[in-house]
């Protein structure tokens, strides 16, 4: 386990490296120039030529990456060009928000995909599993914008029970938090759950028809005990992949779904900062979620040998 642990950090740092180094490539091919977006519309040359000095763009652009990079490396991920604010602050504010609303959205992905999937592969071939396969179906093609548009008319014009819109912080009112996110969560969570619940019926079917499933079904134990301590058990490995992949997404993915409800998230700040030419926000928010990303597998992959001892060897 620690010899495995290892290897994997060991891979991060070169592979954290060689996106720092895309990122920071990438950035230099959008069009214009932060120094004349910053100036303003007067564009004096002398206040141009200050602030190339003060952001270092006058350097080359190896030594800007060596700039960057260096910051980086102590926390410093430089400053907003557009809101003078330091970017680490910035992703500071921003993260969280997503966060919740991702580790939200997979909740509800979890507990409406999986048992749909464990059901419909149980009872394939009966309504059950046309039912789970319609509900996969709906969720799969039915676009975020349209249902968050329906809830929003359901419960908050007509029932007044959740508000239409904003965020308010876990820390100040959990329960205000709640009711902000949980329908951006459960637009967020449909689709997922739908594909959640594809892969765990294809999982559990495979593993229904493996051997040990048959010898656990001949020694006489429960159909119960059959699925829930074999067979899902050993199905769990491309669902913890699914979800780890899916909550990565779901960082930079959720942009239309935070603007239909107004959350001040992660992913609108990124589309902002591309917007205005923002370099530093953009290099620093898309390596926050690269890392984030990384992290994610990382624990997926230590989740695969928790599940199944199999592969602790």
Do not use: C
């Not at 290892?6 to 490539?25: G, H, W």
């Not at 923002?278 to 926050?288: E, I, M, P």
Request: aromatic share 10%.
């Amino acid at each position: 386990m620690l010899n495995f642990l290892a290897r994997r950090i060991a891979q991060i740092v070169p592979t954290l490296f060689f996106v720092s180094v895309l990122i920071f490539s990438l950035q230099q091919l959008l069009p214009g120039d932060p120094a004349l977006v910053m100036a303003g519309e007067e564009r004096d040359p002398a206040v141009i030529e200050q602030i190339r000095q003060q952001y270092k763009l006058d350097q080359p652009i190896p030594v800007q990456y060596v700039y960057w990079l260096k910051g980086v490396l102590t926390g410093n991920f430089g400053e907003s060009l557009r809101n003078k604010m330091p970017v680490r602050e910035l992703i500071a504010q921003k993260l969280p928000v997503t966060l919740q609303l991702g580790s939200m959205a997979i909740l509800i992905a979890f507990f409406i995909g999986i048992p749909a999937g464990i059901v419909s592969a149980v009872k394939k071939g009966t309504a059950w599993d046309y039912g789970a396969n319609l509900f996969a179906l709906w969720g799969i093609s039915t676009p975020n914008f349209w249902l968050g548009i329906l809830l929003i008319f359901l419960f908050s014009i007509e029932l007044g029970w959740l508000p239409a819109s904003g965020y308010v912080p876990l820390t100040e009112n959990w329960r205000a938090s709640l009711a902000a996110t949980i329908m951006p969560a459960f637009v967020l969570g449909n689709a997922i759950s739908a594909i959640l619940m594809r892969h765990t019926r294809s999982a559990m079917l495979q593993v229904l028809e493996s051997d040990y499933v048959r010898t656990a079904r001949a020694k006489g134990l429960s159909e119960r005990s059959v699925i829930l301590k074999h067979a899902m058990r050993n199905a769990l490995t491309p669902i913890i992949t699914l979800g780890a992949l899916e909550l990565g997404t779901l960082l930079s993915g959720a942009v239309l779904t935070e603007q239909i409800f107004s959350i001040p998230g992660f992913g609108k700040l990124i589309v902002d900062a591309v917007f205005n030419r923002d370099y530093a926000v953009v290099q620093g928010v898309v390596l926050v979620t690269a890392t984030v990303y990384i992290t994610l597998n990382l624990i997926a992959d230590i989740a695969y040998i928790l599940v199944n001892p199999r592969l602790r060897g």
